[in-house]
């Protein structure tokens, strides 16, 4: 069992910043691979950047790539996505999941089926 826990989440000015971070629990967390989705009113949640349970990659979404960094420490067990330059168009709720069955070696990573555990979600309101 895994549980996560993101906070962070907040409103913001077109161009500011936020910092949304998640706590996991579960001793298989470590080992997991972990990643944020995205989900907009009205839309279906979208895949914003994943990286593995060692560190050493990361992935992003193309609406991202330069703004937003991924990143995790295990040893606290958090993940955490640094979002710069944001956009109005990056309001959505925003959740951190975890992938504990190597689900991403079938689906992907930008897949939502990839991923088993989920968080409750935290809003990110971006004005223009």
């Known amino acids: 069992q895994v549980q996560l826990v993101e906070s962070g989440g907040g409103l913001v000015q077109a161009g500011g910043s936020l910092r949304l971070s998640c706590a996991a629990s579960?001793?298989?967390?470590?080992?997991?691979?972990t990643a944020w989705f995205r989900q907009a009113p009205g839309k279906e949640r979208e895949f914003v950047a994943a990286?593995?349970?060692?560190?050493?990659?990361?992935y992003y979404a193309d609406s991202v790539k330069g703004r937003f960094t991924i990143s995790r420490d295990n040893a606290k067990n958090t993940v955490a996505l640094q979002m710069n330059s944001l956009k109005p168009e990056d309001t959505a709720v925003y959740y951190c999941?975890?992938?504990?069955?190597?689900?991403?070696?079938?689906?992907?990573?930008?897949?939502?089926?990839?991923?088993?555990?989920w968080g409750q979600g935290t809003q990110v309101t971006v004005s223009s």
């Open positions: 999941v975890a992938d504990t069955r190597g689900g991403v070696l079938g689906s992907g990573w930008r897949s939502v089926r990839s991923y088993d555990y």
């Open positions: 990286m593995p349970w060692s560190g050493d990659k990361t």
């Open positions: 579960g001793r298989t967390f470590s080992s997991s691979a």
